[in-house]
């Protein structure tokens, strides 16, 4: 089945560890994102890349970094340099020229 | 500016209609989208609207778009407590280097009672 899938669901680090998240899309979509979520303030985008080797900043990048070496594939690291970086992370990925995003479930992560 | 507003919490009686509103502020929009979250999930496309169009209907849901107020709306008719989720509206605007970009509302949490 086509899709979009981030993993782990659930993740735990202790403060100070760098942490990557995984997202693979079988979509052949072009475009993928990456959203955090928090209670009570919706959707705020970290990074996006719109091509393979190519990604840019979204609003909220500081702390964080990505990679996009295949089509398929943008993971996420959460970087000691993320001050809060307890949250819910969403990854999302929308065909050429479209807005049209598909999301997998997500990642939650706490740190302790 | 670019804001989408929406108002955070709905409640309704199962059967029922809901109705949830958004409004968003610039008038550069394409494309307006709403999409569905269930606890601890990712969101899930239910549908959108292109800005030249007034009414969209799919199934139980009917989209209704006012681009003189910047007013969306998602009716859901016969409400069942499944639908009890929340409920994303977003719209897609210009962005830098001929690509566009997704300004999303707080959500609006549906609650349906039995």
């Known amino acids: 089945d086509g899709g979009i899938t981030q993993s782990p669901k659930y993740l735990f680090r202790k403060e100070g560890q760098n942490v990557t998240l995984s997202c693979e899309q079988n979509?052949?979509?072009?475009?993928m994102y990456w959203y955090r979520q928090d209670p009570g303030q919706g959707l705020r985008l970290i990074y996006y890349?719109?091509?393979?080797?190519?990604?840019q900043k979204g609003d909220i990048a500081e702390g964080y970094s990505v990679s996009r070496e295949k089509k398929e594939s943008f993971p996420l690291t959460v970087t000691s340099a993320q001050k809060n970086p307890t949250a819910f992370y969403l990854c999302?990925?929308?065909?050429?020229?479209?807005?049209?995003?598909?999301f997998g479930q997500g990642t939650r992560l706490t740190v302790v | 500016g670019e804001d989408v507003e929406q108002s955070l919490f709905l409640s309704v009686r199962e059967g029922d209609s809901s109705v949830i509103n958004c409004t968003y502020t610039?008038?550069?929009?394409?494309?307006l989208y709403w999409y569905k979250q269930e606890p601890g999930a990712g969101l899930q496309l239910l549908t959108y609207?292109?800005?030249n169009m007034d009414m969209k209907q799919d199934q139980r849901l009917t989209v209704l778009l006012n681009k003189k107020d910047k007013h969306l709306s998602l009716r859901i008719a016969d409400t069942q407590t499944g639908d009890s989720a929340i409920y994303f509206c977003?719209?897609?605007?210009?962005?830098?280097?001929?690509?566009?970009?997704?300004?999303w509302g707080l959500g609006t949490s549906l609650a349906v009672n039995p």
């Open positions: 999302a990925s929308s065909p050429q020229g479209t807005q049209l995003a598909f």
């Open positions: 977003a719209e897609s605007l210009p962005n830098a280097g001929n690509n566009r970009k997704l300004i």
């Open positions: 609207i292109f800005s």
């Open positions: 610039d008038s550069s929009s394409t494309y």
């Open positions: 890349s719109q091509i393979v080797n190519d990604f």
């Open positions: 979509l052949n979509h072009d475009a």
